[in-house]
């Protein structure tokens, strides 16, 4: 098995959504090694004892996170009362990058061309729009001019039974989309399916991944938990496929 790591780096100064915190990531210290080793003792084979801890002050929606369905409805539930059997399991990848461009929206007819026939979606689609590259390049125009959904595009996946949808891209709606449609089709409607934004490294999977994890942080009144998604690639498969 190869695991395959899906989730952009936290740190202090990360480039981060235009309309969250100005530090969505800030680190500050609680215990440091040299404090403690002042009363922790000796060990006789791995010399001085000591620890270290931090206070992490850390935004929801950084990096790459799941939305949970209190981000775009009052009275939803949070980040704590996600189901975890809807963002973990088998997932589709959709290949999408023939459409990447600044502020595409693609339709549920730009979804179902990239299925090939005979093929099923999984109850977790991945959205692989090759945006994620705009990152390192032009972090500001990758925020700001992004891909979604249309209304019908998100209406496909909900319909075919869709339960988690991840996008490799700051949101599930381009920023000039009026409406949200996505989130609100998403979110706001039961059964939820959730969204996993700025994911990265998706054109690395196949059509059909086997195993796919991006678990949220059990957070009470939270709207939202960063996740470190990941696939697993049986690579004896991929070689006979």
Not at 99 to 115: I, N, P, Y
Request: net charge negative.
């Amino acid at each position: 098995m190869r695991l395959v790591d899906l989730s952009h780096r936290l740190q202090e100064g990360m480039p981060h959504h235009p309309m969250h915190p100005r530090a969505p990531v800030v680190l500050t210290g609680s215990l440091a090694h040299d404090m403690t080793a002042r009363w922790m003792g000796e060990h006789p084979e791995l010399g001085r004892v000591s620890f270290v801890n931090e206070q992490i002050v850390l935004s929801g929606h950084t990096g790459t996170h799941l939305d949970a369905p209190l981000h775009a409805g009052r009275d939803r539930p949070d980040a704590a009362e996600i189901d975890l059997a809807a963002c973990v399991g088998a997932a589709t990848r959709l290949d999408l990058r023939k459409h990447c461009g600044a502020r595409v929206v693609l339709t549920a007819e730009d979804l179902a061309a990239a299925l090939p026939e005979g093929e099923a979606l999984s109850p977790i689609v991945l959205l692989n729009t090759g945006w994620a590259d705009t990152l390192t390049e032009d972090p500001d125009r990758y925020y700001r001019n992004s891909m979604g959904l249309t209304e019908d595009g998100a209406l496909f996946l909900r319909d075919a039974g869709v339960r988690c949808v991840g996008i490799d891209a700051p949101s599930i709606d381009a920023p000039h989309t009026p409406g949200a449609p996505a989130h609100l089709h998403f979110l706001r409607r039961d059964p939820v399916v959730y969204v996993i934004e700025n994911l990265r490294g998706l054109e690395q999977l196949p059509l059909q991944v086997p195993h796919f994890s991006a678990a949220p942080l059990p957070i009470s009144h939270s709207s939202g938990s960063p996740v470190r998604a990941y696939a697993l690639l049986d690579e004896r498969e991929m070689r006979t496929s």
